[in-house]
């Protein structure tokens, strides 16, 4: 939806003068990197919209730096002269290429002046100028002789050091300045709601509209500092149903201070909002559950996902969009105190490595996109990353809950950790339950110990976890685990 919003603000008629800017903000720089890359997908490497990011390189790049390096503003220099670099295989092997150069380096050296609106290129242009000189000569040298010469291979020589020192202006250009006029020469600036406060956004124009993605997991003092760029309008996105912020202090948290300015606006002051009653993501077999639940039936399939084409290539164990694997083992506590559960682990293990061995699959078929666990517990996440380590598949991406928000996957393994000793911690969190059942695309992969949840009424427990246990019984296919160190999921059944 937001992306939709976005190309229709831009492809709206525009009257003279009319430069549209927007900010594009999110609580984490993965709900930014997200929303982003479906941006980059749509436009398809072409300049309809000039694109920046800026933030925290090492998160932002955390899963997607080669999508995502072409827009990050600290990033920009280094690129353009790695691609200043690449133009010159053209001439080092075929002189009849040297008009793909021309045109290659004439549209980089374009863009940068159309991005880079008071950076001096002085210095930069008058390399360039001895590059065509030496280019020329060896074009003409090339053309009186059928076979390189000493003196065109001298020439060449004299190319190569000619690109290198043009290489050198453009990694020495204004870093400060190519940064700001990145920013201000952007139509889609994407930073988080703390980004938004740094320095070379505060220096940049202001923008024309603000968009917050996740806003019902931000906290109001958050969303105030993108404001500061004064946005004529601003559109919050978020699900109250889903994870609000985080706040540790119990007495912030008893003034408020968790409650989100989208909540606010929706609940306590009464303004109008839009409920967005189709969901794109997940198989009608994984949303039942959900939908039912927590949206009390008020949102719907949308077409794409009943669609028998709508599934992925590869799956686990039988298949099922939806299904069970029982786990009996008890958790432990880490000595952080965080909980954790030895044979959930081992089992999400095992059957990680059976899809592994049973589709031929390379290390690097393990993206974020294609396969996530998710768990419950920090400390349920190290013991997952430990096995996998062990088996030589430490690029799955293993992650709590609250760092899955905004995310999606095509297959998605939780990890339910608790039940067995009747605590429920975590899990009776509705909101947090709604996020780790709803990431997944095609296939969602329970591991926990099924039969104990749904006696947790007995105990007093959670309703809601016992209602999705009973649920589990009654469509998803249920699987029993054995000789977990060799990987055998054993007695497929539906109970």
């Known amino acids: 939806m937001i992306v939709a919003t976005i190309l229709r603000y831009f492809l709206k008629p525009r009257s003279v003068g009319d ?36 933030g925290d390189k090492d998160e932002l790049f955390a899963d997607y730096q080669d999508e995502i390096s072409e827009v990050y503003v600290h990033s920009y220099l280094d690129l353009m002269a790695s691609k200043w670099k690449d133009a010159e295989k053209y001439v080092l092997s075929d002189t009849s290429m040297y008009d793909k150069y021309e045109q290659d380096t004439s549209r980089l050296l374009s863009g940068m002046k159309s991005r880079l609106k008071t950076t001096n290129f002085m210095g930069l242009e008058e390399s360039l100028l001895d590059v065509r000189e030496v280019m020329n000569a060896i074009i003409h040298s090339s053309e009186a002789m059928e076979t390189l010469t000493d003196d065109v291979k001298e020439l060449r020589k004299e190319f190569r050091r000619k690109v290198k020192i043009v290489t050198l202006h453009i990694k020495n250009l204004d870093a400060e300045r190519v940064v700001g006029d990145l920013l201000s020469s952007a139509d889609v600036i994407f930073c988080t709601l703390i980004a938004s406060g740094s320095v070379p956004v505060a220096r940049m124009r202001s923008v024309d509209g603000l968009i917050v993605d996740e806003a019902s997991a931000c906290t109001e003092p958050d969303i105030l500092i993108p404001l500061r760029k004064g946005p004529s309008r601003m559109l919050l996105v978020g699900d109250p149903k889903q994870l609000p912020s ?26 109008d909002f839009t409920l967005l009653d189709e969901q794109y993501r997940m198989r009608p077999e994984i949303s039942e559950w959900p939908l039912k639940t927590f949206y009390e039936s008020k949102v719907a399939d949308g077409d794409n996902v009943i669609q028998k084409t709508y599934n992925s290539d590869v799956r686990l164990l039988d298949g099922e969009p939806y299904c069970w694997v029982q786990v009996s083992s008890e958790e432990r506590k880490d000595k952080f105190l965080s909980t954790y559960n030895a044979g ?152």
């Open 246 to 271: 985080v706040v540790s202090s119990p007495l912030a948290f008893e003034y408020g201070f968790s409650r989100s300015l989208q909540d606010r606006l929706m609940f306590r002051n009464g303004f």
């Open 19 to 54: 430069e549209r800017r927007l900010m594009v903000c999110g609580p984490s720089n993965k709900s930014v990197v997200v929303l982003m890359r479906k941006i980059l997908q749509c436009l398809n490497g072409t300049d309809t919209l000039k694109v920046a990011l800026i």
């Open 344 to 495: 959930e682990a081992e089992a999400l293990v095992s059957i990680i490595l059976l899809l592994k061995r049973k589709y031929g699959l390379s290390n690097d078929w393990f993206s974020a996109d294609r396969l996530r666990v998710i768990t419950f517990y920090q400390a349920q996440v190290d013991h997952i990353n430990l096995l996998l380590r062990k088996h030589k598949l430490g690029n799955v991406v293993v992650s709590t809950v609250d760092s899955s928000q905004g995310c999606e996957a095509d297959i998605v393994i939780v990890s339910f950790v608790r039940g067995s000793s009747g605590h429920v911690g975590f899990l009776k969190d509705n909101r947090r339950l709604n996020v780790g059942l709803t990431r997944v695309k095609f296939q969602l992969v329970c591991v926990g110990n099924l039969h104990a949840i749904s006696h947790l009424a007995d105990r007093g427990g959670h309703l809601q976890l016992v209602d999705l246990a009973r649920d589990a019984f009654d469509r998803a296919r249920i699987h029993t685990t054995s000789k977990l160190s060799d990987g055998n999921i054993t007695s497929s059944r539906r109970s």
